[in-house]
């Protein structure tokens, strides 16, 4: 119930159903860690006091709580104690399996940490048997729902310093984690926004739009982005060809066949590209 409720946004309804688990689990730490993440959740991301306590008792319990680590992480970052975030989040490195799928937005995080405390990061040691054992109890939904919370918890961030490009690249990247692609479209979007004179940003973002097949969803911010990828590297490929997509899109055939044959002239005859390039202008 309490999953069911996060994936339809009641928080309420999140919160009261963890709450009865805790009482029915004799105060189990994986559900005393939700409920923390749940409470921090309804509290834009940010780490309640409530959420601080529940986070302490889950670790009393269980020092090597995957979810209680990161929040604990997360509660010093927002506290500016970041040699302390960087400990916890180095731990849940170590409770963690090499492929988790958190373990990339787990990395950013601690370099993030590191790059606001001016701390040199230390090498985190490998897990031993304890630990391993201790991320393998985790199960398919916990470890869903951990990304998502740690997810939730950079979204909000950004929501405060939306002009944080990096930070956008990592959600996005996070978000693809998750299966999420049009928030990962938007993040990306929202990132080459904030890195206006980088000219990868706004391809990024373009080329995400395109392979999405979110034109009309983005119409304006595609138009937007290409405009300053024109203006920053007209005569770059990438920027023939995306010039000569959305013109077809937006069903310009003079245009698009101006564009992609100019891009073809300076293919190789046996570009692999090329023979699709030349379908393509057959096509219009």
């Not at 010093?76 to 963690?96: E, K, M, P």
């Not at 904030?194 to 000219?199: G, T, V």
């Amino acid at each position: 119930l309490a999953m069911a409720a996060a994936d339809a946004g009641r928080s309420e309804t999140e919160v009261t159903a963890l709450r009865q688990a805790m009482v029915l689990t004799d105060d189990d730490p994986t559900i005393v860690s939700m409920l923390a993440e749940a409470l921090s959740r309804a509290a834009d991301g940010q780490i309640t006091i409530p959420a601080r306590a529940l986070v302490e008792q889950a670790l009393a319990a269980n020092p090597a709580e995957p979810r209680a680590l990161f929040l604990y992480g997360l509660a010093a970052y927002q506290d500016g104690d970041y040699a302390a975030a960087i400990d916890n989040w180095q731990q849940l490195q170590r409770v963690s399996s090499a492929d988790a799928p958190w373990m990339p937005l787990l990395a950013d995080n601690i370099a993030d940490a590191a790059a606001a405390g001016g701390i040199e990061v230390p090498v985190s040691p490998g897990p031993d048997a304890a630990d391993i054992a201790a991320a393998s109890e985790m199960s398919t939904e916990d470890r869903d729902a951990m990304i998502a919370g740690m997810v939730d918890g950079l979204a909000a961030r950004l929501e405060d310093n939306p002009e944080d490009g990096p930070g956008w690249q990592r959600l996005a990247r996070a978000y693809d984690v998750l299966g999420r692609t049009e928030a990962a479209q938007d993040a990306l979007v929202s990132a080459a926004d904030a890195l206006i004179a980088d000219a990868d940003a706004q391809l990024a973002a373009l080329q995400a739009i395109v392979a999405g097949n979110a034109e009309d969803r983005l119409v304006d911010d595609a138009d937007r982005l290409l405009a300053r990828l024109v203006e920053m590297a007209p005569a770059r490929p990438e920027t023939l060809y995306l010039r000569g997509h959305f013109a077809a899109t937006n069903g310009d055939v003079e245009a698009a066949r101006a564009f992609w044959q100019q891009l073809l002239d300076r293919l190789p005859e046996d570009a692999p590209i090329a023979g699709q390039l030349r379908a393509a202008i057959e096509a219009l």
